[in-house]
């Protein structure tokens, strides 16, 4: 009686329910379970077309997020920390398509890495979420790269190590699009999701999501507790789809910076504490850099250049995906051969 | 050091019968001087004399100044086996000069430098100088244009000596600069130089000479990593993805250089293919699978090292069973090895490559037209059997010219294999459900509209909708299944091309470039009154033909260029009850295998 309701359908006719996956085996209250709940809730609320979209992962317990949302995408589970080949072969074979990639810490920081930084160098068009607990979770515990210098774990000891910054690693290969969340903030993941979808290249959502199993204690900053108490945003994220309009006139233009995105929608960043500018390349380096000294828990857009082109749009391909080409049009003439070997005698 | 002087007084008077386009010649140079111009030169020109030739460059792992030998053969009879010694030596590494005279045998020829010091004499070999810097003086070249001259110097005195025409070294030139008329002068003033001069200082006295023949009329001259690529591009290839590593490199120039001339739009200029750079081969092969899976004709090309690291990615290609093309292009192993060296060691490993149950298709070219041919064989394997095909090629078929017929237009259509679309996808489609029984499952592509297309592609354990799981008998049915493909896979593959002779006791087994030597081996056994039968396998796994073969000869030879007689240990457990009359002559170098060497090892059996 006067609830409000979600509409049952969305434009394209899908009920939320189409966008789900398998039920989920991970631990209740992974903080990647909450990732994959936003990812089904920004697909049915943007009306993304199931078989646009293919989802891609290595291995760890990120990596099996992608069988629990988008049922009807076709999915591909590789190899520890080799994703980003995957994805770079796959999104190159059909251009058309768009990637959502899941990795974890230990995924992208460690084994991953190299491939991390040559994905996001060739500027691939994927959704690259790192579901971030500075743990390893299915060998049980162990300490991943992102763990914090000096952190006490039962088994694993003292963390001697400092930590690896996913977002700076990607600001310096070169990604466009660098984000940091945090799992317990849903609202900042979807938003975030919406406009890394619309990003034209690599983007890279890097969400602090705490392991309840191995690392949810309240000296960890990878914990729910700490992420609670500790995240600043660095300002109140949105994004606003092409079609619609941007009211920025009831807003203090110094309160908003909007900037336009490559397909024409728009990232509207409302200032909070600070005035951040997120495409200030070295201004983002010098933040992460401040904010890893001063462990700040700080989300947000941290860098954004909308310039650079993708792989797919480098390498000059044809509309028809490689993959779906004619034999006609992926085997030279008879006369093409002939005139070859003539060449060669 | 004048001409007399070096002429050893015991060869002038004699007059020796002439030997007339059957030899062997090596110029030992030093490496990225510019050499190779001079020896393709030779090598074209006598090829467009009409004479049966191979080339082969034994070239070190180094830019620059290590010794480099290039061997060509020149046969009457259409031998292209290397020999174990030349008779004709281009002696231009003063490096070298010392240790390649003593290599000559009696009867051999020397042409050196005359500006050199201390050359070593030998009395039985006919020694010609050549007052190289004179020539170079004369053109007035400087820096590392001399090197480039002083090798156009040695194609001017062996031409005159050998008595190739001018004309057809000319012709060679011009192949080899694409017409460019600049280069082409500036190299055959050169030559032309010290033809003259050759012709009239130097009083021939050896008996090697070349006549015209009319053995190569219509044949084409190419390497086969050169035709692997180009038989890529007829072949449908659209995807590639490689890490450069000597000697697999110039297959993937191959592609760069084709694909761009015959696989673009004609009407935007936009692409049909793409060629990625990857980071290393884990990335490369990380590459092929992510495009295979979408539905591309996805290649690579590789060699031992490289294959190493493919190794996790290979198991998951074979399990998630997606389609891929992987060259090997084998070189000398393990480790770093002999990379700039000829081998066939990466047999088992590639076979067996990945943990766990794995087998793979490899494919086995031994001739320049089998690399064109495989080109598409490949990638119709791969998509029908929907698992990675490996070719293994190696450095000498790869990186060597050789004469082949022209290529044919494919026969075979590209074949894409179990693809289900749209409304080809029935309602209880399962991605790994064996309709057929032949152990190969209907695939779909990402990007179709219909819902029921979507399967998530995995590693993990897997029943046959593709959906994870645990359970022992999935697990199990699953593997038999892909057991029952690698079976349907036997009579897909190309079969072994069998020579059977009469009254032959001996049978002899050899896959790639050993060939060779063993088809001038078996002339010779046979004029000893020894007969052989002999087949070359193209391909893994075998089938019945194969085993037929064996239980016909109660001595099966499996020849080899590795240690440990690779394809021989495969042969024994593929035909366990017919083991014992498999004989291993394995035998690895680095260098080409010689009809000698097959000669004696069976003959010492």
């Known amino acids: ?345 | 050091m004048g001409l007399v002087e070096l002429m050893p007084q015991n060869m002038v008077a004699v007059t020796r019968p002439s030997i007339i386009n059957d030899f062997s010649l090596v110029a030992a140079t030093a490496n990225g001087t510019g050499s190779q111009t001079a020896n393709l030169t030779i090598l074209r020109a006598l090829f467009k004399m009409g004479i049966p030739v191979n080339g082969k460059n034994i070239f070190p792992s180094n830019i620059q100044g290590l010794p480099t030998w290039y061997h060509i053969r020149v046969s009457k009879d259409g031998y292209i086996a290397r020999r174990h010694t030349s008779e004709i030596l281009l002696a231009f590494n003063q490096a070298t000069v010392a240790e390649d005279i003593k290599n000559l045998p009696p009867g051999g020829v020397c042409l050196v430098n005359a500006d050199w010091r201390n050359i070593p004499q030998r009395d039985d070999v006919t020694m010609y100088a050549i007052p190289v810097n004179q020539f170079v003086k004369e053109t007035g070249t400087t820096g590392k244009q001399k090197d480039y001259v002083a090798n156009m110097v040695y194609v001017g005195a062996a031409a005159q000596l050998l008595g190739i025409p001018l004309e057809k070294i000319e012709e060679a030139l011009s192949f080899h600069f694409s017409g460019k008329r600049k280069l082409i002068d500036l190299n055959l003033n050169v030559v032309k130089a010290a033809h003259a001069w050759t012709a009239e200082q130097i009083l021939k006295s050896d008996p090697y000479s070349v006549e015209p023949m009319n053995e190569t009329e219509g044949l084409i001259l190419m390497t086969g990593n050169e035709a692997a690529g180009l038989g890529s591009v007829f072949g449908g290839v659209t995807f590639a993805a490689w890490y450069p590593i000597t000697p697999s490199t110039s297959l993937i120039d191959a592609l760069n250089e084709y694909l761009p001339q015959l696989r673009r739009d004609p009407e935007t200029g936009e692409h049909h293919y793409v060629v990625v750079q990857a980071e290393d081969e884990l990335a490369a092969i990380g590459m092929l699978l992510g495009a295979g899976w979408a539905g591309a004709r996805a290649m690579t090309a590789t060699s031992g090292p490289g294959i190493s690291l493919m190794a996790e990615f290979a198991g998951l290609g074979y399990f998630a069973e997606i389609p891929a093309v992987i060259w090997d292009i084998q070189r000398v192993g393990p480790s770093t090895g002999l990379p700039t060296r000829t081998g066939q060691g990466d047999v088992t490993f590639v076979y067996y490559l990945g943990h766990g149950d794995t087998k793979n298709v490899i494919l086995f070219p031994s001739t320049i037209k089998e690399c064109f041919e495989f080109g598409t064989t490949a990638h119709n394997l791969a998509d029908q059997l929907q698992t990675p095909v490996f070719v293994l090629s190696d450095l000498d078929l790869g990186m060597n010219n050789w004469m082949s017929e022209p290529f044919d237009y494919p026969a075979e259509p590209i074949q894409r294999g179990k693809v289900l679309r749209g409304d080809e996808i029935p309602l209880d489609w399962g991605r790994y459900v064996d309709v057929d029984g032949d152990g190969v499952g209907y695939r779909t592509l990402p990007g179709d509209e219909n819902w029921r297309s979507a399967w998530f592609a995995r590693g993990t354990g897997h029943n046959a909708r593709a959906t994870y799981s645990e359970r022992p008998s999935d697990w199990h049915e699953n593997m038999e299944r892909l057991r029952r493909k690698f079976d349907t896979a036997r009579d897909m593959v190309p079969g072994p091309v069998i020579d059977e002779v009469e009254e032959a006791e001996i049978g002899i087994i050899a896959y790639g470039t050993t060939r060779y030597a063993i088809e001038e081996a078996r002339d010779r056994l046979a004029a000893d009154g020894v007969k052989t039968s002999f087949m070359r396998l193209r391909a893994l796994p075998v089938n019945e033909a194969v085993r037929d073969f064996i239980r016909r000869y109660k001595q099966v030879y499996v020849i080899e260029m590795n240690r440990d007689g690779q394809m021989h240990a495969i042969l024994q457990t593929e035909a366990p009850e017919l083991a014992t009359r498999l004989i291993s002559l394995a035998y690895l170098d680095g260098m080409p295998l010689t009809a000698r060497w097959v000669v004696e090892a069976i003959s010492k059996q």
């Not at chain 1, 992962?57 to 990120?62: A, E, L, V, W």
């Not at chain 1, 994004?239 to 009831?250: C, H, K, L, S």
């Open chain 1, 1 to 345: 009686m006067g609830t409000r309701r979600e509409p049952h359908t969305n434009l394209i006719g899908l009920a939320k329910v189409d966008y789900n996956g398998s039920p989920t085996t991970l631990c209740q209250g992974c903080g990647h379970n909450s990732i994959a709940s936003q990812v089904i809730q920004v697909a049915f609320e943007l009306s993304v077309k199931p078989h646009e979209i293919i989802k891609l992962s290595g291995i760890g317990c990120s990596s099996k997020s992608p069988a629990y949302f988008l049922g009807q995408s076709h999915g591909l589970n590789g190899l520890h920390g080799r994703m980003p080949s995957l994805a770079t072969g796959a999104l190159l074979a059909n251009h058309q398509l768009r990637g959502i990639g899941v990795s974890g810490d230990g995924d992208t920081a460690s084994i991953g890495l190299g491939q991390f930084k040559h994905l996001l160098r060739r500027n691939v068009r994927l959704v690259y979420i790192v579901e971030n607990n500075g743990v390893y979770g299915l060998t049980k515990g162990q300490f991943s790269a992102t763990a914090d210098e000096g952190q006490a774990l039962k088994y694993a000891g003292v963390n001697e190590l400092p930590p690896i910054d996913i977002c700076m690693e990607a600001v310096i290969a070169g990604c466009g699009f660098v984000a940091r969340s945090f799992s317990g903030d849903a609202k900042q993941v979807r938003e975030l999701l919406k406009a890394a979808l619309s990003h034209r290249g690599t983007a890279v959502l890097d969400i602090i999501s705490p392991c309840v199993a191995f690392n949810n204690h309240d000296t960890s900053t990878k914990s729910y507790g700490y992420g609670k108490d500790h995240e600043a945003p660095l300002h109140d994220f949105g994004w606003v789809p092409p079609a619609e309009e941007i009211e920025i006139a009831e807003y203090d233009p110094g309160e908003m910076r909007v900037v336009e995105m490559h397909d024409g929608s728009h990232i509207q960043l409302r200032k909070l504490e600070e005035d951040y500018d997120p495409t200030d390349k070295l201004g983002a380096l010098h933040r992460l850099q401040w904010a890893q000294e001063q462990q700040e828990f700080i989300t947000g857009l941290i860098y954004y250049d909308p310039e650079r082109p993708s792989l797919a749009e480098v390498s000059r391909l044809t509309d028809t995906p490689l993959a779906l080409l004619d034999a006609e049009k992926i085997r030279p003439s008879a006369q093409a051969l002939a005139e070859i070997m003539a060449g060669l005698q």
